[in-house]
């Protein structure tokens, strides 16, 4: 399809004689993946669709209860503070953005009037702003009213570094003015061809003013919000329990017409993946369970007794590894894995060049995630336009042990090879889930044919996973030498995704180890390029520039990337949701219904 076969189906598209979904189809048949082509209705201002799910009660309520496990169990109800996606899950259940994604990319109005354009005024030409308008009539769960003063408060709350949030990033380098009660204009310091970032998705949601006010900066952890939400979302907060139990109920006065549908809402916290699949597909128990990283032939088990489904939505989510290039046994300054220390071992190249070659990819795809994902050896991997085509991968012992050989690490007596007094020995932790174990089981045997000695280390997911900073054994502290688990690309666009990368967003005790950059490494190369996408206008050149980013990172073998991963949920039959792989499972909860 050329350019002027493109402008002319986007003329239909604006005429009305050809539907959005239609033009995503046709660009999806000549390889232009979803979310593009939805950007490229947005860059020719067509207007965004108004629902994503055929929405069929006439009325809200009378639905009863919804009961939804997430068995790594929420900890948090403040949407600044969830590093974890099971905090992110049960934040978005009370607090809203201006703007959420869909299953198609495309990008969905919940607290802003409409989604901005260059048509409606809402997008400046020259990529240096963007302009929001905002729903009026929209109260907190307290009747307060929603304002553009709450906006602007966010906006300041989450771009104070003494507050630490998990979200400082897309916040930091912006400014945000009041225009009127229900109008706020974003202003960048320079064209920025990806603005639908502040207020939007899982880092958008908008706190109150009036409740956070007193709370901000190094006061922000003793805000009675982060456990007790009163947010402007369809369920209100009636009890939480950190680590187990969310209990809230319809929002009566929701702002969208006919929902919720359920009079109240249950979240369990807690169990293990298989049990809450075992819950929700033959016992039917509850609604609907999280992430069913579970082997696919025990899924295909449960599917039988026909109570329930899989709901398996594609997303550029990806399960990998990452090794530590710095110390994580020896403490500085009251920190461990600190970028003052080097690792002992794993800052060799060498060794992480061995350990890529280790990774039966293809065999954990094939016996143990099936449906739930692609193996891969690129961080990104959707969009299509910004994955690598150069990274490949390859399972190979000999080559790891001709690389370690090499590079002067010998085999002991005992088998482990060692150099200079330094052993090939690691701690390899992730959180307890059976898929994870058995991957981890995978990479421990072919290491040991290698020479290299593989402690397994397991952590309960709700530890793991948590925003505590007091705890020693969270992915962000990384206090081991490999670990692995998914991180979930929350927009149709790589560049936040990658901040995983960049040099400013290392993990620290000054942020409370609430950086998005866990692996601590930095390359001065992958920061000059992932500043340089943030202000290229121009698509093709911004997507390598991104790609150039992965590419650095996974070359480095400090990334091990395993699987592209789809988003696997389990809902009962009759249950009708609406789900996006570029977004929190509840993003467009009030949705959801009976059939």
């Not at 293809?362 to 150069?390: C, E, H, L, M, W």
């Amino acid at each position: 399809m050329n350019e002027s076969e493109i402008r002319g189906l986007v003329a239909k598209v604006k005429q009305g004689t050809l539907s959005r979904r239609a033009f995503i189809r046709k660009a999806a048949a000549v390889g232009i993946a979803a979310p593009i082509a939805s950007q490229i209705l947005v860059w020719n201002d067509v207007a965004m669709a108004n629902a994503t799910l055929d929405y069929k009660p006439t009325k809200a309520g009378g639905g009863g209860p919804l009961k939804i496990l997430l068995w790594q169990a929420p900890t948090l109800l403040n949407p600044h503070f969830a590093s974890g996606t099971k905090d992110q899950i049960a934040s978005r259940i009370f607090f809203e953005p201006l703007a959420g994604w869909d299953r198609d990319g495309n990008l969905f109005p919940f607290l802003a009037a409409e989604v901005p354009t260059k048509q409606n005024g809402g997008l400046s030409p020259d990529g240096m702003s963007v302009t929001w308008k905002l729903k009026q009539g929209v109260t907190w769960h307290d009747g307060k009213p929603f304002t553009a003063d709450d906006v602007v408060f966010t906006w300041a709350y989450a771009a104070d570094l003494a507050t630490a949030a998990y979200t400082t990033g897309s916040y930091q380098n912006i400014k945000v003015d009041k225009i009127d009660d229900h109008t706020v204009k974003v202003i960048f310091k320079a064209p920025t061809p990806f603005w639908a970032d502040p207020f939007v998705g899982s880092v958008g949601l908008i706190l109150p003013k009036h409740h956070f006010g007193d709370y901000v900066g190094a006061k922000s952890r003793e805000a009675p919000g982060n456990l007790k939400p009163v947010g402007t979302g369809p369920y209100r907060f009636v009890e939480f329990k950190p680590g187990d139990l969310i209990k809230a109920e319809r929002n009566p006065d929701y702002h969208v017409k006919n929902q919720p549908y359920f009079d109240t809402l249950e979240v369990k916290g807690g169990g293990d993946a298989v049990s809450a699949a075992r819950a929700v597909l033959q016992t039917g128990e509850y609604d609907y369970a999280w992430n069913m990283q579970v082997e696919e032939e025990v899924l295909k088990r449960m599917e039988a007794a026909g109570k329930g489904k899989l709901d398996v939505t594609p997303s550029g989510n990806v399960e990998f590894i990452i090794l530590n290039t710095t110390d994580p046994w020896t403490e500085v300054d009251g920190e461990r894995s600190s970028v003052k220390t080097k690792h002992p071992t794993l800052s060799d190249p060498a060794v992480r060049r061995a350990l890529n070659f280790l990774i039966d990819r293809d065999a954990i795809q094939k016996f143990i995630y099936g449906r739930g994902g692609v193996a891969t050896a690129s961080f990104v991997n959707a969009p299509k336009q910004f994955k690598s085509s150069k990274l490949k991968y390859e399972f190979d012992i000999d080559k790891a042990n001709k690389i370690l050989d090499d590079a002067g690490w010998t085999k002991g007596a005992d088998g482990i090879r060692e150099k200079d007094g330094k052993k090939l020995k690691y701690v390899f932790q992730t959180s307890t889930n059976a898929p994870r174990q058995k991957t981890q089981a995978i990479i421990k045997q072919a290491c040991q044919k290698a020479g290299i000695d593989i402690e397994i280390k397991a952590v309960t997911a709700s530890v793991f996973f948590s925003s505590d900073a007091g705890n020693p054994d969270t992915y962000s502290k990384f206090y081991a030498d490999m670990e692995m688990y998914n991180t979930t690309q929350p927009q149709p666009d790589p560049e936040r995704f990658l901040n995983q990368c960049v040099s400013w967003e290392i993990a620290n005790k000054d942020n409370k180890w609430l950086g998005r950059n866990v692996s601590r490494y930095s390359d001065p190369e992958a920061d000059k390029a992932y500043k340089a996408a943030q202000n290229e206008l121009d698509p093709v050149k911004r997507a390598a520039l991104l790609i150039k980013v992965d590419e650095i990172f996974c070359e480095a073998n400090v990334f091990l990337p395993l699987l592209s991963r789809n988003v696997v949920n389990a809902g009962v039959n009759s249950l009708m949701v609406d789900m996006s792989g570029w977004d929190v499972t509840t993003w467009n909860l009030g949705s959801w219904y009976r059939g």
